[in-house]
């Protein structure tokens, strides 16, 4: 199964790899989207972030959150 794939900006809200967001809080970091994913077991799809600078500090959150004003603003 695949699970890591290139989707349309529109199935994705606006989110795309290459986009950065900033999270909210002191102190505040930096992110970059490198994927997006869509499981089959959960209706929400999924970023990949990797922090900026710090290549192998990396995350995988739900789009919902993603776009939340309360913890990331894009960059």
Excluded at 40 to 69: F, M, N, Q, Y
Aim: proline fraction near 5%; charge should be positive.
């Amino acid at each position: 199964m695949r699970l890591w794939h290139r989707r349309s900006q529109d199935e994705n809200f606006g989110i795309a790899a290459g986009q950065r967001y900033r999270a909210v809080g002191a102190p505040s970091i930096l992110w970059e989207v490198t994927a997006i994913a869509r499981s089959p077991w959960d209706e929400i799809p999924h970023a990949r972030l990797h922090r900026v600078g710090a290549p192998r500090d990396a995350k995988t959150i739900s789009l919902a959150v993603l776009r939340d004003a309360r913890f990331f603003v894009s960059a």
